[in-house]
Nanobody, 125 residues
């Protein structure tokens, strides 16, 4: 069992930055590929990014490439999402996700084994 707790969401102006964190419990964090999904009001939950167990491989949805960066610290059992150049269309609840490897397979909600509770990100002036 993996328990995920997100933090770092909030209100930011367009062009601003936020850093999300996802802390996990248990001793098996490094065994899992980790990722982030997001869900805007009235829309489905969508894939944002995923990272391999050792952090060496990452995948991003096209709309965030060059703006978002996923990273992980296995010693701290934490995965991060650095979000720069934020746009109003990035507004959503962001969910941390964990699944067995490989990371490339975790690109749809149905492929996620564990979810966090979500953290709201609002981009607005």
């Amino acid at each position: 069992q993996v328990h995920l707790v997100e933090s770092g969401g909030g209100l930011v102006q367009p062009g601003g930055s936020l850093r999300l964190s996802c802390a996990t419990s248990g001793r098996t964090f490094s065994s899992y590929a980790m990722g982030w999904f997001r869900q805007a009001p009235g829309k489905e939950r969508d894939f944002v990014t995923t990272i391999s167990r050792n952090g060496g491989t990452t995948y991003y949805t096209d709309s965030v490439k060059g703006r978002f960066t996923i990273s992980r610290d296995n010693a701290k059992n934490t995965v991060y999402l650095q979000m720069n150049s934020l746009k109003p269309e990035d507004t959503a609840v962001y969910y941390c996700a964990a699944s067995p490897p490989p990371a490339q397979n975790m690109r749809a909600p149905g492929q996620v084994w564990y979810w966090g509770q979500g953290t709201q990100v609002t981009v607005s002036s």
